[in-house]
């Protein structure tokens, strides 16, 4: 098993002493630096080459995003996590659009920590194999709930209901903390759909057992339908 190199970009001490920790209790993961400003995270991205940035969002002096995007942009083969106090949805769908492995609401568990890296080591082993992948490999390594979905879904999908879109909307769901849920607006923003389209998705789901809707009121006090994925049993 290769190590994975992990690089912790966080401005502040204690949370970044605390990642690291978390990081060097999974096994075959090392911390190879932190960084505690954006400054020193671009060098230390050029000097180390860590496989994985766990990528704080706000720092005194900008964005944790303008930093993904310049690593996107130079095409190095970094991967990021962002970890972040944020709870809006722009921020997400940044992420989402910028092509971020997973997303973490801080404050983090140790649990879900260990099973984000985790998944991203056993990631990391099936790419660097050379080989050719199957579906069941990718779904396995990146959506393990997606196998557990498939019953919920037929196979022959209903009209106006396509196996790509539906994907997409569920990778959104997946991306989004389980206790916040998304309204169908929400969703639209983030797979590049009409609020229409993604209710009817959504409704779907929701019919097939892979989704729960519920409705969640506002600081205005008006009710907003949101959606939630179910884990474990979500779909049977």
Known sequence: MSVVRILIVEDDTRIADLHSRFA??????????????LAD???MIETLEPHLVLLDLYFPEGSGADLLREIRT??????????????????????????VFDYLIKPV??????????????YR???????????QEVD????????????????CLPKGIDLLTLGKIRGALEATPPETGLSAEEVGTLVGVSRSTARRY????TAA???????????????????FLLHGNDAG
């Open 202 to 205: 959504l409704e779907y789901m």
């Open 74 to 99: 130079a095409g190095l083969e970094t991967d990021v996590i962002l970890i972040t106090a944020a709870r809006e949805v722009g921020p997400l769908k940044e992420a989402v659009r910028g092509g």
């Open 41 to 43: 995270a671009r060098i």
């Open 209 to 227: 057992g892979s989704v729960c809707a519920d409705q969640v009121y506002g600081t205005v006090g008006r009710p907003e339908r949101k959606y």
């Open 109 to 122: 568990s140790a649990s879900r920590f260990h099973d984000c890296l985790a998944k991203f080591r056993d």
């Open 140 to 155: 396995n390594m990146l959506h393990a709930s997606a196998t557990n979905a498939e019953p919920a879904y037929s196979a």
């Open 24 to 37: 060097m209790r999974v096994q075959g993961c090392e911390v190879v630096g932190v960084a505690h400003n």
């Open 125 to 135: 082993t099936l790419i660097s194999t050379g080989e050719c992948i199957g579906q």
